[in-house]
T-cell receptor, first 110, second 112 residues
Framework: NAGVTQTPKFQVLKTGQSMTLQCAQDMNHNSMYWYRQDPGMGLRLIYYSASEGTTDKGEVPNGYNVSRLNKREFSLRLESAAPSQTSVYFC?????????FGSGTRLTVV | DAKTTQPPSMDCAEGRAANLPCNHSTISGNEYVYWYRQIHSQGPQYIIHGLKNNETNEMASLIITEDRKSSTLILPHATLRDTAVYYCIVYHSGAGSYQLTFGKGTKLSVIP
């Protein structure tokens, strides 16, 4: 039972480059989320998708876009990466407010 | 959603019970208390949740005071693998509120 799968696990980008973080869940959950976590900090919500076909901004959406491709997949795109986006990114899905998180993508922007 | 207050860090001897407090004095009647933990930069892991009554599962027990203004997560026999950051989150049960809001949590260190 895979749960929530994130790819890639590690990535180094140069300032200005773009990339897409992929997330897929196999639990048939309606809701999916993207969080970022900076050193010594709690998780902050970037975007979420309450159900297939809908997306909404969270606490820190600037510099990001998302796509809910289908019920399973929710991707996060950085159009023009900046050093301030160096962070660990977590995808999660939920049913009845019980969240399951992926193992994270560690992104460094140089 | 109600705000929570947790101590920044705690120590616990291996094999002893770990009692992690959480204050949520502004909690409203339909808000649940959830606990998650994060082990060394892994994704957070769900532990337990409750509304009014005390709850127990295979991982932990959750004790909620009668006035619901505070709660305690109990790990009955802490092991080294329980070293983690523990997050107490109060979450609205109504439709339209989907986001978990994480604070800084309590860093629990289990000591041999």
């Amino acid at each position: 039972n895979a749960g929530v799968t994130q790819t890639p696990k590690f990535q180094v980008l140069k300032t200005g480059q773009s990339m897409t973080l992929q997330c897929a869940q196999d639990m048939n959950h309606n809701s999916m989320y993207w969080y970022r976590q900076d050193p010594g900090m709690g998780l902050r919500l970037i975007y979420y998708s309450a159900s297939e076909g809908t997306t909404d901004k969270g606490e820190v959406p600037n510099g990001y876009n998302v796509s809910r491709l289908n019920k399973r997949e929710f991707s996060l795109r950085l159009e023009s990466a900046a050093p301030s986006q160096t962070s660990v990114y977590f995808c999660a899905s939920s049913e009845f407010r019980r969240y399951t998180f992926g193992s994270g993508t560690r992104l460094t922007v140089v | 959603d109600a705000k929570t207050t947790q101590p920044p860090s705690m120590d616990c001897a291996e094999g002893r019970a770990a009692n992690l407090p959480c204050n949520h004095s502004t909690i409203s009647g339909n808000e649940y208390v959830y606990w998650y933990r994060q082990i060394h930069s892994q994704g957070p892991q769900y532990i337990i949740h409750g509304l009014k009554n005390n709850e127990t599962n295979e991982m932990a027990s959750l004790i909620i005071t009668e006035d619901r203004k505070s709660s305690t997560l109990i790990l009955p026999h802490a092991t080294l693998r329980d070293t983690a950051v523990y997050y107490c989150i109060v979450y609205h049960s109504g439709a339209g509120s989907y986001q978990l809001t994480f604070g800084k949590g309590t860093k629990l260190s289990v000591i041999p």
